[in-house]
T-cell receptor, first 113, second 115 residues
Framework: AQSVTQLDSHVSVSEGTPVLLRCNYSSSYSPSLFWYVQHPNKGLQLLLKYTSAATLVKGINGFEAEFKKSETSFHLTKPSAHMSDAAEYFCVVSENSGYALNFGKGTSLLVTP | NAGVTQTPKFQVLKTGQSMTLQCAQDMNHEYMSWYRQDPGMGLRLIHYSVGAGITDQGEVPNGYNVSRSTTEDFPLRLLSAAPSQTSVYFC??????????????FGNGTRLTVT
């Protein structure tokens, strides 16, 4: 069985400071992991994905995530937050054998001036 | 290229009414799915389809029906609306039928209120 836990429901950072959104997963098989972003009143958009290639994955808008199997983590980071980064972020796990994706409950990122 | 189109954007129903949420994609994607999003719950899978004529249940299928008569369309039917179905509904599609293999493309959602 697969599941994902986003450790913070809300994160607040100042513009220009680093962003860290934490995600832990559990999976019986080699997982694929994704981060999606949702801006207000919009659908979700893929930020990045890990599918067993490089453990450090670069995504759009300067975001990146590192897959750490020993820690079962897939944290999302960005060196310098921008006001436009304010949104809801979802960590998603998928086992490499099925159709279903498991979504975390989301982390709301607030960026203050 | 419109991507995934959902209609309507907003809907208010009374308890017991039925309705259909429409979803269409123009990317020739095999995989389509419906999710509901509730505060603090993330997204939960209602139903999905891996091709025309094939549908299956997700995590929370009760009270919903789907069909997939064409590759492009995947409507979600509420048979008898209940207040517990008040939610934001998202349709999503993917090129690959394997969830791990390609990202989901989401519509902009339908906000449904059942009174």
């Amino acid at each position: 069985a697969q599941s994902v836990t986003q450790l913070d429901s809300h994160v607040s950072v100042s513009e220009g400071t680093p962003v860290l959104l934490r995600c832990n997963y559990s999976s019986s098989y080699s997982p694929s992991l994704f981060w999606y972003v949702q801006h207000p009143n919009k659908g979700l958009q893929l930020l990045l994905k890990y599918t067993s290639a490089a453990t450090l994955v670069k995504g759009i808008n300067g975001f990146e995530a590192e897959f750490k199997k020993s820690e079962t983590s897939f944290h999302l980071t960005k060196p310098s937050a921008h006001m436009s980064d304010a949104a809801e972020y979802f960590c998603v796990v998928s086992e490499n054998s099925g159709y279903a994706l498991n979504f975390g409950k989301g982390t709301s990122l607030l960026v203050t001036p | 290229n419109a991507g995934v189109t959902q209609t309507p954007k907003f809907q208010v129903l009374k308890t017991g009414q039925s309705m259909t949420l429409q979803c269409a994609q123009d990317m020739n994607h095999e995989y389509m799915s419906w999710y509901r999003q509730d505060p603090g719950m993330g997204l939960r899978l209602i139903h999905y389809s891996v091709g025309a004529g094939i549908t299956d249940q997700g995590e929370v299928p009760n009270g919903y029906n789907v069909s997939r008569s064409t590759t492009e369309d995947f409507p979600l039917r509420l048979l008898s609306a209940a207040p517990s179905q008040t939610s934001v509904y998202f349709c999503a599609s993917s090129y690959s039928i394997q969830g791990y293999n390609s990202p989901l493309h989401f519509g902009n959602g339908t906000r449904l209120t059942v009174t």
